[in-house]
């Protein structure tokens, strides 16, 4: 009879090891961002910041709310996020704080931000990485979509009252006042040029323009047919449009605005429901 061992009689002595080298490296970017202070999201805080690539994590009201990448400077991701969320109702910038962590070019393969999303959603819900908070513009043929109910854009929508940037007051033609709407708003406006843009004439008065009544002079201009419609997130102009969407709640019609109450499901939001996450 063969001698038994003098211990561990009766216990397996074969089994499978299970080595999880991702999760540990989400463990230790979440323990070394928990670590570390919050800063305003506000330029002052921003341009102390590097030019580098990293992780970072948002604070809305001191609750965890968004975790993100900058795959080349998490200075110009983050005044990004300041410029968007500046564009939107019922945020209040002061309210909204942020962490980040320089992470090494060669660690970035990794995906590090997937890494603290799985970290976190084990022990929970992001609400902002779960609803469409990042997202590029979806397209035209997402432009009908109903958005859920939770989504960013349904609970933060674009403000129409912020001032246009770069505005210069006198003539100017709908060409070039459309170029300037696109670059000096803080959300996306989308539009197709209009037959006779370049000689239709604007007028800016003194004082500036808020969005709204941007929209309104260019609306006047337009060609039959065509129509600019604020949706929750975005804006878009073009004359093959539908005449209602489900998500506007603001159109401009040769001058005229006409005010809609968008639809929004119910539903949470499922991950079918989330756009391709901006870079």
Known sequence: MAQEASSGVGKAF?????????????????????????????DEYLADLDERPGVYQLYLSGDFVYVGKAEKSLRARLSNHLRKL?????????DVSFSCLYVDEDFSALAPEQLLISHHKGAGSIPW????????????NRDATVLK????????????????????????????????????????FRYKEPPGSGVAEIMVTP?????????RLASRVLPEKWQIVALM????????????????????????VVDAVPEASP????????FSLDE
């Open 14 to 42: 074969h089994d499978h090891f299970r080595l999880s080298i991702t999760k540990a490296l989400g463990d230790q970017l979440s323990v070394a961002l928990t670590r570390l202070g919050r800063a305003p999201l506000s």
């Open 86 to 94: 500046g564009g939107r109702q019922r945020i209040n910038l002061a």
């Open 129 to 140: 990485n779960n609803n469409g908070f990042g997202n590029k513009d979806p397209g035209r």
């Open 149 to 188: 109910k939770n989504h960013f854009d349904v609970e933060y929508p674009i403000d129409l009252s912020l001032p246009v940037g770069g505005l210069r007051e006198g003539r100017t033609n709908l060409s070039t006042f459309l170029k300037v709407l696109k670059s000096g708003l803080p959300y996306n």
């Open 207 to 215: 004082g500036g323009l808020s969005a709204d009544q941007a929209f």
């Open 233 to 256: 997130g975005y804006v878009i102009m073009y004359d093959d449009s539908p005449s209602d969407y489900k998500s506007a709640w603001r159109y401009y019609r040769s001058g005229n």
């Open 267 to 274: 539903e949470d939001m499922t991950e079918e429901d989330l």
